[in-house]
């Protein structure tokens, strides 16, 4: 970690740096213009790679679920056959290994990304970034929550041989599409983006459908992919973490500011970045969400500790801080709707302001909570809140339910006392 | 209101903090109200003095 010396230490104006952070991150443009394969458009990609959730992270170190989409992975590419020879392959030191938000990628759960794969392009014209995302492959048995069998392989080579291609050459028809728009009608809908993208995953089918219709030929491939869409409402959740990851990056590096631009764990550490301390991760333990709703057939002692890049979304000030937003899922809250309203509110607390875009309808379309003070957090000992998805501790299992966990205090902890050594 | 007051009136307390004081006056049939606080950084005294000098900045 880097020590200033005495001399180093820089006065600033915290207040101001946080304004400008926020200013940059509520006045995104975020817009969808394509997909690519990630060897092809992700900066840094290697054909060796494969990109994961959270901070960094070394193989031995990996959680059940994130090896078991690596072995995903290494199987999908070609690249080993089963399980133990992908193990094998994965620990020999040829695979590199490193996190989506080095490569400005986000991805949900294990958040595997490897070169075959095709990602949304999402670019922010308004400050010239660009990111990326995998497809959602629906939920259960898939590869990001670790499942790697035959059906979880096969529908990942659909998904790059049909669904991408139809994809892109309806987004490319349509000249694109508004990103902000769909996320800010979608919280009007009943999403908070995280855990319900109902709304935003119709929106999105609306808009799509005829630009699929148009441009490809064959009906049975028209009529899979339009299923395949509407059959998972968290289509759009991919989509909806890569806006956030376009509009929070433009945050990054401002000299003084104490907003959070990165919130993302990769199942064993929860990691933070915050803007005036550079690329500089802040970690400690994942934790297993205390509360939660299981799957038929599973409990707490299947869960894996919180997992995935898609606390993007509460770091833009979206998923758990806007689910006064979204009454259909105040289970993982534990009861009602106001219980859901009264974590909006508490989020307001620990954040510089409200992104006007994006509104809460049940507090007369108030913004949502946005941009973490890491000061706020550590001076009234109240955390981010986010509401996620659980995967199986073991790999090869999948998704086991849904549910409620906050951001550790020691990673706040860590930064305050980083930013207090380099500015006065 | 006199000292004296408060042993001759109906109690009310505002309790801040710790939720067990809350507990025990409410078994004895006292009206409470909560305030939910904690100590800034948990009590935490390297992260509290880093606030100190961060706040207000």
Known sequence: ?424 | MKTIDLFTSELKVINVGLTSFKESLEQEGVKVVQVDWRPPAGGDEEAMEALRRLMGK
């Open chain 1, 1 to 424: 970690m880097h020590q200033p010396s005495q001399r180093e230490v820089r006065v600033v104006d915290i207040a101001e740096a946080n304004k400008e952070a926020l200013r940059r991150l509520v006045s995104a443009t975020p817009k969808l213009v394509g997909m690519g394969k990630a060897i092809d458009v992700v900066p840094g990609m290697k054909k060796n790679m494969l990109l994961h959730s959270g901070p960094p992270v070394t193989w031995d170190r990996m959680c059940g679920p994130m090896k078991g989409g690596v072995i995903a992975a290494l199987i999908y590419e070609g690249m080993a056959h089963a399980k133990e020879e992908a193990e094998t392959l994965a620990a020999s030191g040829q695979i590199e290994f490193s996190p989506c938000h080095h490569h400005q990628a986000v991805g949900p759960m294990a958040g595997i990304v490897s070169p075959s794969m095709p990602v949304y392009i999402v670019e922010n014209a308004a400050f010239g970034n660009t990111s990326y995302a995998t497809m959602n492959e629906g939920l259960g048995k898939v590869l990001r929550m670790g499942a790697y069998s035959p059906d979880v392989i096969e529908r990942l080579k659909w998904m790059e041989e049909v669904l991408y291609p139809t994809l892109d050459r309806a987004i490319r028809f349509l000249d694109g599409m508004d990103m902000k728009s769909i996320m800010a009608q979608a919280l009007h809908m009943g999403d908070e983006l995280h855990n319900r993208n109902r709304g935003a995953t119709s929106l999105f089918y609306r808009a799509i459908a005829p630009a699929i219709v148009r441009t490809t030929s064959d009906p049975l491939v028209i009529e899979r992919v339009l299923r395949f869409i509407d059959g998972n409402d968290h289509t759009f959740l991919n989509l909806a973490m890569a806006t956030a990851k376009a509009s929070l990056d433009p945050a990054r590096s401002i000299e003084g500011s104490t907003m959070v631009v990165c919130m993302a764990r990769n199942g064993t550490d929860f990691g933070i970045q915050v803007s005036g301390l550079g690329d500089e991760w802040f970690t400690a333990p994942a934790e297993v969400p205390p509360n939660a709703l299981y799957f038929a057939g599973f409990t707490k002692e299947d869960a894996n500790p919180d997992i995935g890049d898609s606390s993007i979304m509460e770091t833009a000030g979206l998923g758990g801080f806007a689910i006064g937003a979204a009454p259909a899922i105040v289970q993982f809250t534990g009861g009602t709707p106001r219980d859901a309203l009264n974590r909006t509110l508490s989020m307001y607390e620990i954040t510089i302001g409200e992104n006007t875009a994006y509104q809460v309808p049940y507090l007369n379309f108030r913004g949502t909570p946005t941009g973490i003070d890491i000061r706020l957090v550590v001076e009234k000992g109240l955390l981010p809140f986010i509401d996620t998805g659980i995967a199986h501790k073991d790999p090869g299992v999948g998704q086991v339910g849904a549910g409620l966990v906050d951001a550790p205090m020691g990673v706040f902890k860590k930064a305050i006392i980083a930013f207090s050594k380099m500015y006065a």
